[in-house]
């Protein structure tokens, strides 16, 4: 049975043109008078100024928290950016807090969220993330990437006059992370015949949909019109409800993630400026692509084959048809006006083999890259 946006905590959706103009009206509703707008300095400029101006006359009293970048001058969703935050909460007197921003400033925002136990409003300012609605944050904690528990935000404000304004870069970004869920969903059917791991038609059927929607639309996203980023902020919600519905991740996560997470963290190790999430997400499903179509289509395997293979190769074979080659998804990313391969991202030889290797270690994931690893 389909679940409710109510159950699901979210109590308004809202992606339209104007949508920032009617979060006051939603706060005054709540009830809610003293608000925390966390962002950064490049999502403040983009749209928390403007929300602020909004905002005004409108009895609500705003302390704006400018999350600061770490020592490699990005933000980053760590102990440090989550202490900057929570020394701004009061807990008898803030009501909520609003995240003006992509991925960082919402997983910040959401963890601080669940722990003091206020709620969040969500106004994003890129269509670059699947992970607006996510109840789990990834954070780094000691140069590790894990996800914790989280809140959802109790309401969505994406505002397309907003959105349409997003450099190319994070727009492609958010392609990217929807073109990941091409081996996402490959592999939770894997870990689902081959290990038990929960399965749900509801949630996987939604975030089928929200891809196929982005690939047939990819040229338009790609221009950036207002049809395009809608559709593309359409799916990257749905696909985030999905998460929502099943209560986990694996509708949207799979070896892509995890090669996209192992070279996060070799960046932080050695101080390197990171990349977007999306953006690696991209490429990653690329090179995964590459490696299950080599291992279940003409049996190249890192070591021998997998146990699994000969036993479900009829189903894994099914499965892999759904998953573009390669060179497909290396030109539908192109077309969306991102990286397409792994050294325009600048990931080299010697880290992006390593990462075939290891990545399947970021999580406790049946993944067939974890099974070709382990065979």
Excluded at 12 to 28: D, F, I, N, P, W
Excluded at 295 to 311: D, F, H, K, M, S
Aim: hydrophobic share 40%.
């Amino acid at each position: 049975m389909t679940k409710s946006l109510e159950e699901l905590a979210l109590e308004r959706v809202t992606l339209e043109k104007g949508a920032l103009g009617q979060v006051g009206s939603y706060l005054q509703d709540k009830g809610y008078r003293k608000i925390i707008l966390a962002a950064d300095a490049h999502t403040y400029e983009a749209c928390g100024r403007l929300l602020e101006h909004k905002l005004q006359g409108s009895g609500v009293e705003m302390d704006l928290c400018l999350i600061e970048p770490g020592t490699a001058g990005d933000v980053v969703a760590d102990g440090e950016s989550i202490l900057q935050l929570m020394l701004h909460v009061h807990p008898e007197l803030t009501d909520a807090l609003i995240a003006v921003g992509s991925g960082t400033i919402h997983d910040i925002v959401r963890f601080v969220s669940y722990k003091t136990g206020k709620p969040f409003i969500s106004v994003p300012t890129a269509p670059s993330v699947d992970g607006f609605t996510s109840k789990g944050a990834p954070l780094i904690v000691r140069g590790a990437k894990k996800t914790f528990p989280a809140s959802a935000p109790t309401a969505i404000f994406a505002d397309l006059d907003i959105l349409m304004q997003a450099p190319q870069r994070l727009v492609a970004a958010g392609f990217g992370d929807m073109i990941g869920k091409y081996t996402s969903l490959f592999d939770w059917k894997f870990s689902h015949l081959t290990a038990g791991e929960p399965y749900q038609d509801q949630a996987a059927a939604m975030t089928e949909k929200a891809l196929r929607s982005c690939v047939e639309h990819v040229d338009e996203i790609g221009q950036r019109t207002e049809k395009g980023i809608r559709i593309l902020m359409t799916a990257l919600i749905e696909s985030g409800v999905a998460m929502l519905l099943f209560g986990q991740s694996h509708p949207a996560s799979g070896a892509e993630h995890h090669l996209s997470h192992y070279w996060e963290m070799e960046y932080l190790r050695r101080g390197s400026r990171g990349l977007l999430h999306g953006a690696k997400v991209g490429v990653a499903c690329a090179e995964i692509s590459h490696v299950y179509h080599e291992a279940v289509e003409r049996g190249i395997y890192p070591e021998r084959e997998p146990a699994a293979l000969r036993r479900y190769g009829a189903e894994v074979r099914e499965w892999l048809k759904d998953v573009p080659s390669e060179a497909e998804i290396r030109s539908l990313l192109q077309r969306a006006g991102g990286p397409a391969s792994r050294e325009e991202l600048g990931i080299d030889a010697e880290l992006f083999e390593r990462s075939l290797r290891e990545a399947h270690l970021v999580r406790d994931r049946h993944t067939l890259l974890r099974a070709l690893n382990e065979a």
